[in-house]
Nanobody
Framework: QVQLVESGGGLVQPGGSLRLSCAAS????????IGWFRQAPGKEREGVSC????????YYADSVKGRFTVSRDNVKSTVYLQMNSLKPEDTAVYYC??????????????????WGRGTQVTVSS
């Protein structure tokens, strides 16, 4: 059974950092691209970042470029999202998701067929 579990969210002051983790089980992570998405109250879910299965492709939304870094550890079956210089507008529930195997990296929600339950990130003083 495919399962994705996010962790690492919390309350942080503006300018602070958090590292989110996405633990994958029920499938072999190295064959799958993983996307990070977020959804703020009253807003649509938006793509934040993705990391490909094998060719090194990484995408970031313009709003997080230079501040967020995505990485993966296929041995630990975990994908990470390091978030630095956090801003109040980064406040949202953050989700990781996966597509069918060998699909290319994308920060569009279509084709993502398995989602975690999300972890809350709140940036506030």
């Amino acid at each position: 059974q495919v399962q994705l579990v996010e962790s690492g969210g919390g309350l942080v002051q503006p300018g602070g950092s958090l590292r989110l983790s996405c633990a994958a089980s029920g499938f072999t992570l190295r064959y799958y691209a993983i996307g990070w998405f977020r959804q703020a109250p009253g807003k649509e879910r938006e793509g934040v970042s993705c990391i490909s299965s094998s060719d090194g492709t990484i995408y970031y939304a313009d709003s997080v470029k230079g501040r967020f870094t995505v990485s993966r550890d296929n041995v630990k079956s975990t994908v990470y999202l390091q978030m630095n210089s956090l801003k109040p507008e980064d406040t949202a529930v953050y989700y990781c998701a996966t597509q069918p195997p060998y699909y290319p990296c994308s920060i569009q929600t279509q084709n993502y067929n398995y989602w975690g339950r999300g972890t809350q990130v709140t940036v506030s003083s």
